[in-house]
């Protein structure tokens, strides 16, 4: 079979150094903002001011002339404290990716020529054995975390690999560069599925890291909530029953949101069926996985048996709609699910997605859901390749990357309102550097699509984690 291979230094990519998250302070923000507190429904906040206090947190949201607006502006700008939008900027809730391959971020864009079952063997399997080596974790999690900020993902839930270590030094770097994550270690036991090179040698080994990882992150100085650990199974073939049985228990005794994959392919639904008698979903639920914290990654297979219990769990779907081109042999019915109630967000893949931007999957879902839509294969009448009822709109899109990402997490962030965490992107909607246009006649909802077809790394300005300033633009690309 074939096998990547990959040289033995891992060389940091060109990414702006960006000065060490300072502590909040209280301060204000003024200018105009958007966000999308309903699915499909924009609110477009003119001259809105925004109070975050120094516990990260909203503490007001002052629409443009309220009463206590003036006076507010009036105090933060006395006491330094005001940050005042330039005309053409735009403030948007952070963007939510619900599923990272951290380790594979060296091979985001390579080897995506192969299938699921196959590319893990060959290309994956090997680079994630190379974490092993905790210095070439480093930097390479440096290098993503700084990536993914500066893309405007604010909250990243990660897999990290099988090794404690390299995992720990992926929250570490989370913490200190102040990005919300939610980071597991990997978890992988079955000898039939995963290579000696590169598996836990027991379940009980598996258990037990992964508890000393939730200990870890739990126990990290001066974490405050920021880092959470998932308990990771990787999916059901590469894990022993008696490993996800011990960490459904876990699960339930720990209160960690759990992650792992679900019917995503072809091949992942029908290996599960085979070696389960059930479903994917069914399975991971009689292993004791499932609840209001477990995020399934792409669940493009799922039944609407399945649909029901994940509801019944109020679980969540990491959809992937740029790996799902590559890997899952069929297009989520993205929003069937969400009509039936699903908490569903956004996720990269990386690096089965070859894209680190959560908007360009946003982008990629309306499209990947009006190609289900129409159907994709013209040698078949309109009637037969149609899935009627299938398409969402932008405003939904970026729901997905924000609002419903934080829902799906149980987390208070992806919205602009009174107890949530201040987590934001400001993004320019006019810099020479990006492709984004806005016109001054441009009406919010146009505002809007124009932000969810254009907006990428280019015109994102500068992003706030919980009212700390966490990426700025490089001077080289200010407009
Ligand atoms: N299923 C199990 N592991 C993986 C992985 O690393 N990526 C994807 N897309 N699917 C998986
Ligand atoms: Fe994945």
């Keep these: 079979m074939r096998r990547c291979r990959w040289r033995s230094r891992f060389c940091r990519i060109a990414d702006p150094v960006q000065s060490l998250p300072k502590p909040a302070t209280e301060r204000a923000f003024l200018g105009n903002a958007l966000h999308t507190p309903v699915r499909g429904r924009l609110e477009y906040l003119r001259d809105v001011l925004i109070v975050a206090g120094a516990d990260g947190g909203i503490q007001a949201v002052h629409p443009k002339g309220s009463p206590d ?27 939510i990716d619900l599923h990272v391959h951290a380790p594979q971020f060296p091979q985001l864009g390579l080897a995506l020529d192969l299938p699921l079952e196959q590319w893990l063997q060959a290309c994956t399997f090997p680079l994630e054995a190379r974490y092993a080596n905790t210095e070439f974790a480093q930097a390479v999690y440096e290098s993503l975390v700084g990536t993914l900020l500066a893309n405007g993902t604010t909250t990243a839930v990660y897999y990290g690999t099988i090794h404690l270590p390299a995992t720990q030094r992926l929250a570490d770097i989370c913490l200190r560069r102040a990005q919300r994550a939610l980071v597991g270690r990997v978890a992988m036991d079955d000898p039939q599925q995963c290579p000696a090179y590169y598996r836990d040698k027991s379940a009980g080994i598996a258990l037990a890291e ?47 949101h759990v992650q792992t994959h679900c019917s995503e392919s072809d091949w992942e639904h029908l290996f599960v069926l085979d070696r389960c008698g059930v479903t994917d979903t069914m399975a991971i639920d009689r292993f004791g996985l499932l609840s209001r914290h477990t995020i399934l990654a792409h669940g493009n297979f799922i039944t609407d048996d399945d649909a029901a219990v994940i509801l019944r769990h109020g679980a969540a779907i990491a959809h992937c709609p740029l790996s799902n081109v590559y890997f899952s042999d069929a297009v989520f019915p993205l929003r069937r699910m969400l009509e039936r109630g699903l908490h569903v967000g956004l996720g990269t893949d990386i690096a089965g ?82 492709n984004l246009r806005v016109l001054a006649q441009d009406a919010p909802e146009h505002i809007l699509q124009k932000i969810v077809y254009h907006c990428a790394r280019a015109d994102v300005h500068s992003v706030w984690v919980g009212n700390r300033l966490v990426h700025e633009r490089s001077e080289g690309m200010r407009s």
């Design 353 to 434: 997605g070859a894209s680190p931007s959560i908007l360009d999957n946003a982008r990629q879902a309306v499209i990947a859901s009006r190609t289900l839509e129409s159907g994709v294969d013209a040698a078949q009448s309109r009637e037969r390749r149609r899935r009627e009822a299938s398409r969402i709109d932008a405003p939904t899109a970026f729901w997905l990357a924000t609002a419903a990402g934080g829902e799906a997490l149980d987390l208070n962030v992806g919205l602009f309102r009174e107890g949530y965490q201040f987590d934001a992107v400001v993004i320019d909607a006019n810099s020479p550097a990006g």
């Design 210 to 256: 992964t508890r000393d990882f939730i200990e870890y992150v739990r126990t990290m100085s001066g974490n405050g909530g920021l880092i959470r650990p998932v308990i990771t199974p990787r999916f059901i073939p590469s894990c022993s029953d008696g490993l996800l049985r011990g960490l459904g228990a876990l699960a339930r005794e720990s209160g960690c």
């Design 69 to 95: 607006a003036g006076a507010a502006a009036a105090r933060f700008a006395a006491a330094g404290g005001l940050v005042t939008l330039g005309a053409d900027q735009i403030l948007l809730p952070g963007l």
